[in-house]
């Protein structure tokens, strides 16, 4: 099937095509790696009066910096896997990418189409929420920095306004003391993750006693989800909590109404949060001690 006829327009500046984005409103849409878009269009589900192409925008690529790391939205799967920076900063993205569709998906598409496009099983949106990033979106009349939280609505819908342009992802650097993983249940590699888990853990200097956790959820909602801090909170102060783990896991499940699909059923869904959770934690704790 083709795609309904559209305008095509290429700017060479985000603040070119942030400029068209006031200029034609919701007829308009960003097209970025277009792995998610181009299908849309082409199955009519999408039919814009005009798509705004951002690929001949220069990607300077990610830089580290006071703390943070931050990728411009053009910033393609496949680079994160390559750059050296993103490898030290945030290993927990480079692991969840690792997943992400196959080479042809990873090469063209974005960090930023990625968040924007919101799919619920999405990876990025799991190691961005549990990493605590937030995204910058720019309007002409300026700019906002919304915590990636706060981006993620319902499926396939976010907190962009008419009119912003997603232009970078920020990602807080994590200190020597902490271990990260990212786990996740597919059928076949390269299918969208059936559940998939995200997990954070800091230690104290002493190296035995957690400082912080996090755990964010692909595959178990409308939207990549966060898991109930007071839960993961828990494990604050504990010396090395191994024991608690899976408990905590399925602690964590009892929270979520997984949906019941095609791919998997909801009681399978929970299962797989149950032991999936207490693996990252597991692992995420290891790695935090070496
Ligand atoms: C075979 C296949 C397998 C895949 N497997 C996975 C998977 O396992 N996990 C996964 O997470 N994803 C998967 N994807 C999706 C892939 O990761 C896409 O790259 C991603 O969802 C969209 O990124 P994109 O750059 O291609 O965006 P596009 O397709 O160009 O755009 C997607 C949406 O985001 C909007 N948009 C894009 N950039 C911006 C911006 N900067 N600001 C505002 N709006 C913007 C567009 O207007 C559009 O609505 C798969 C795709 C395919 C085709």
Request: hydrophobic share 45%.
């Amino acid at each position: 099937m083709a795609s309904a006829p559209f305008e095509y327009l290429a700017p060479s500046t985000f603040a070119e095509a942030i400029e068209a984005l006031g200029e034609y409103g919701d007829a308009a849409v960003i097209l970025a790696g277009g792995q998610s878009l181009v299908p849309m269009l082409n199955l009519r589900l999408v039919q814009p009066g005009i798509v705004i192409d951002i690929n001949g925008v220069p990607n300077d690529g990610p830089v580290a910096n006071g703390g943070w790391l931050t990728l411009p939205a053009l910033t393609r799967h496949a680079e994160i896997l390559s750059d050296p920076l993103v490898a030290v900063a945030a290993p927990m993205l480079v692991d969840a990418v690792h997943h992400v569709g196959n080479v042809r998906v990873r090469n063209r598409g974005t960090v930023g189409g990625s968040l924007a496009h919101a799919d619920p099983t999405s990876e990025i949106g799991a190691a961005a929420l549990c990493l605590g990033g937030e995204v910058v979106l720019t309007a002409a009349s300026g700019s906002r920095t919304v915590p990636v939280d706060d981006l993620f609505v319902s499926y396939l819908t976010t907190s962009i306004a008419p009119g912003e342009l997603l232009t970078e992802l920020r990602l807080p650097a994590l200190n020597g003391r902490s271990g990260v993983s990212f786990v996740e249940m597919v059928r076949r590699t390269s299918d969208f993750a059936i559940v998939a888990v995200a997990a954070l853990v800091e230690l104290e200097a002493d190296a035995s006693t957690v400082k912080r956790a996090s755990v964010a959820l692909s595959g178990v909602s409308d939207r990549p989800r966060l898991a109930d801090s007071s839960l993961t909170d828990e494990l604050i102060g504990q010396e090395l909590p191994y024991a608690r783990l899976r408990s905590l896991g399925a602690e964590i499940a009892a929270r979520f109404e997984p949906p019941d699909d095609v791919h998997a059923s909801a009681s399978y869904r929970l299962r797989l949060i149950e032991v999936l959770t207490a693996r990252a934690l597991q692992q995420a704790m290891d790695r935090a001690r070496s």
